[in-house]
């Protein structure tokens, strides 16, 4: 800094902690890259797992198990036991289902809730850049139409300066004219001056541009 | 543990004894009688239990359903091969400990045999040095950067498992599956009422077996129909939850569009307003202009 008002990028540069904090996001960042596999993942194990084939097969083997301890000749002979028996091994296995497709839903309602996740991360991040960008981006118009402006503003200034200038001009002129009939000056850039002659008598002339200048 | 038949008739020799039955001239003498042929006949018997246990035990049809050989029937140890040997030899002797397995895991040094000594361990070697961070030249282009690839693998990766979410609504996969089970497990059991009543010598005669036959049609009727049941309410119970997930999802993406499409709109209004704002004061410099040139007249 310093000089003119003129600013340098440099005036501007970022200071220690915010490149610190820009590199450890980018760093992050790219450690996340890292890790989208593991969402991968986690998404085709909740669209793949077999947990119904696992829950069947476990059911099963714990049905078949109880069936066998503790056999009775009596219960054996009677039909209802068989009945019952087939009643449960069916039972077991549809609620072996429900329970595969329950714990498979519960899989995939959290991976949805992790894709949900980023998705809203991920659109708050567009948004911010976006808005970010945005409102950078009409402020730098803003800016080139205020410059723009202020350069409009200083040719009228130079135009209005001329404009009295010539005016003024012309007003004396014509003054110059009223008070001395022979003066015949009417340049907008000259101006007429006044003198009083060795006769007394008051006569006009011509000066370059101001009402200082010398005689044309 | 099996003692013998003499054994007994002597016990009972022995408590009639003490009843005094000895004392008074009533003695019993079982030392002329032969109990050898009884001891053989309960040994026998014995030995046909164990071989229709063993031949049961070798012909599972629930460890062929299981694809194993192991589950379903436990083995007592009582199992015997034709011969009378032992099916299966230190069954009943407490089992010990497999031994640990030694598996070529890669170590640093390359592929070498390591024993596991614990599981579920997590490698963590403590702080390591790390390298210095990248200097970041315009963060707000990073910015935009990750922002937009964060949104491709959305779009790429989290949205197909939608889509393929939303066509599971239709998922008639376990009213499908139902009858399959039912009669798997309708088969399984009268496979092992069969195959138990075998093992207790029993042999129906042809009524009970017509009489069973019957029973088992009608349960296995009543089983096929009872799991579709089950099945169609388990399966709309799931695709219900399902749909309230999807549900749940889509509002919450729903939620998350309003917000960017309030962004943008934000955003044009801001822009619009700035171009008004820009135009309005081009305008008045103009006219300022020239209302200052026409003043200076």
Same mark, same amino acid.
């Given at each position: 800094?310093?000089g003119s008002?003129?600013?340098?990028?440099?005036d501007?540069a970022?200071?220690?902690?915010?490149?610190f904090? =820009? *590199?450890? #996001? /980018?760093?992050?960042s790219?450690?996340?890259k890292?890790?989208?596999?593991?969402?991968?993942k @986690?998404?085709?194990?909740a669209?793949?797992?077999k947990?119904t084939?696992?829950?069947?097969?476990?059911?099963?083997?714990?049905?078949?198990?109880?069936?066998?301890?503790?056999l009775?000749?009596?219960?054996?002979?009677?039909?209802?036991?068989?009945?019952?028996?087939?009643?449960?091994?069916?039972?077991?296995?549809?609620?072996?289902?429900?329970?595969?497709v329950?714990a498979?839903?519960?899989d995939?309602e959290?991976a949805?809730?992790i894709?949900l996740g980023?998705?809203?991360? =991920? *659109?708050? #991040? /567009?948004g911010?850049?976006?808005?970010?960008?945005?409102?950078?981006?009409?402020?730098k118009? @803003?800016?080139?139409?205020?410059?723009?402006?202020?350069?409009?503003?200083l040719?009228g200034?130079a135009?209005q300066?001329?404009?009295t200038?010539?005016?003024?001009?012309?007003?004396?002129h014509?003054a110059?004219n009223?008070?001395?009939?022979?003066?015949?000056?009417?340049n907008?850039?000259t101006?007429?001056?006044?003198?009083?002659g060795?006769d007394?008598?008051?006569?006009?002339?011509?000066?370059?541009?101001?009402p200082?200048g010398?005689?044309a | 543990?099996?003692?013998?038949?003499?054994?007994?008739?002597?016990?009972?020799s022995?408590?009639?004894?003490?009843l005094?039955?000895?004392?008074?001239?009533f003695?019993l003498?079982?030392?002329?009688?032969n109990?050898?042929g009884?001891?053989?006949?309960v040994?026998?018997?014995?030995?046909?239990l164990?071989d229709s246990?063993?031949?049961?035990?070798?012909?599972d049809p629930m460890a062929?359903?299981?694809g194993?050989?192991s589950?379903?029937v436990?083995?007592?140890g009582?199992?015997r091969?034709?011969?009378g040997?032992?099916?299966n030899?230190?069954?009943?002797a407490?089992?010990?400990?497999p031994?640990i397995?030694?598996v070529?895991?890669?170590?640093?040094?390359?592929?070498?045999t390591?024993?596991?000594s614990?599981?579920?361990?997590?490698?963590?070697?403590?702080?390591?040095a790390?390298?210095?961070?990248a200097?970041v030249?315009?963060?707000?282009?990073?910015?935009?950067?990750?922002?937009?690839?964060r949104?491709?693998f959305?779009?790429?990766?989290?949205?197909p498992?939608?889509?393929?979410l939303v066509?599971q609504?239709?998922?008639?996969?376990?009213?499908r599956?139902?009858p399959?089970?039912?009669l798997?497990?309708t088969?399984l059991?009268?496979?092992?009422?069969?195959?138990n009543?075998?093992r207790?010598?029993v042999?129906?005669?042809a009524a009970?077996?017509?009489?069973?036959?019957?029973?088992?049609?009608f349960?296995?009727?009543?089983a096929?129909?009872?799991?579709i049941?089950?099945?169609?309410?388990?399966?709309?119970d799931?695709?219900?939850?399902?749909?309230?997930?999807l549900?749940n999802a889509?509002?919450?993406i729903?939620?998350?569009?309003?917000?960017?499409?309030?962004?943008?709109?934000?955003?044009?209004?801001?822009r619009?307003?700035?171009?008004?704002n820009?135009?309005?004061?081009?305008?008045?410099?103009?006219?300022?202009?020239?209302?200052s040139?026409?003043?200076?007249?």
């Amino acid at each position: 800094m310093g000089g003119s008002s003129k600013p340098k990028p440099e005036d501007y540069a970022p200071t220690e902690m915010e490149k610190f904090n =820009a *590199a450890i #996001a /980018v760093d992050a960042s790219n450690y996340f890259k890292k890790l989208e596999p593991l969402i991968v993942k @986690d998404i085709q194990s909740a669209s793949d797992l077999k947990l119904t084939q696992m829950g069947k097969g476990r059911a099963q083997a714990d049905f078949a198990q109880a069936l066998t301890k503790n056999l009775d000749m009596k219960l054996e002979s009677d039909f209802a036991t068989t009945a019952n028996r087939m009643l449960a091994g069916v039972y077991n296995q549809t609620e072996a289902n429900l329970a595969g497709v329950k714990a498979k839903n519960a899989d995939i309602e959290n991976a949805l809730n992790i894709g949900l996740g980023l998705e809203s991360t =991920a *659109a708050s #991040a /567009v948004g911010q850049v976006a808005t970010g960008q945005t409102g950078l981006a009409i402020k730098k118009t @803003d800016n080139y139409f205020a410059d723009k402006r202020a350069k409009e503003r200083l040719v009228g200034k130079a135009l209005q300066t001329a404009a009295t200038f010539g005016t003024a001009n012309i007003a004396s002129h014509m003054a110059a004219n009223k008070i001395d009939p022979s003066y015949q000056g009417m340049n907008p850039f000259t101006r007429a001056r006044f003198e009083v002659g060795d006769d007394k008598q008051m006569s006009a002339y011509e000066t370059a541009f101001g009402p200082f200048g010398r005689r044309a | 543990m099996y003692m013998g038949a003499s054994w007994a008739w002597t016990e009972i020799s022995k408590t009639l004894g003490s009843l005094g039955y000895g004392s008074g001239g009533f003695e019993l003498d079982f030392s002329n009688y032969n109990f050898a042929g009884v001891d053989n006949k309960v040994e026998q018997a014995k030995k046909e239990l164990e071989d229709s246990i063993a031949a049961a035990q070798g012909s599972d049809p629930m460890a062929e359903v299981q694809g194993s050989t192991s589950l379903g029937v436990a083995n007592t140890g009582s199992a015997r091969n034709p011969d009378g040997t032992p099916a299966n030899p230190g069954a009943n002797a407490p089992s010990a400990p497999p031994p640990i397995a030694e598996v070529p895991i890669e170590t640093a040094e390359g592929v070498g045999t390591q024993e596991i000594s614990e599981i579920g361990d997590v490698e963590y070697g403590g702080p390591q040095a790390a390298g210095p961070l990248a200097e970041v030249k315009d963060p707000d282009k990073a910015y935009a950067d990750v922002a937009k690839d964060r949104y491709d693998f959305i779009r790429t990766t989290i949205r197909p498992f939608q889509e393929g979410l939303v066509d599971q609504l239709e998922d008639d996969s376990l009213i499908r599956q139902a009858p399959a089970d039912a009669l798997t497990q309708t088969r399984l059991a009268e496979d092992i009422s069969t195959r138990n009543l075998s093992r207790y010598g029993v042999r129906e005669t042809a009524a009970a077996r017509r009489q069973r036959g019957m029973g088992q049609q009608f349960v296995r009727t009543v089983a096929v129909t009872d799991a579709i049941n089950n099945a169609r309410v388990g399966q709309l119970d799931k695709n219900q939850a399902l749909l309230n997930t999807l549900v749940n999802a889509a509002s919450a993406i729903n939620r998350t569009s309003m917000g960017q499409l309030g962004t943008a709109a934000g955003l044009q209004q801001q822009r619009e307003a700035a171009y008004s704002n820009a135009r309005s004061a081009a305008r008045q410099n103009k006219y300022g202009i020239i209302g200052s040139l026409i003043g200076s007249i």
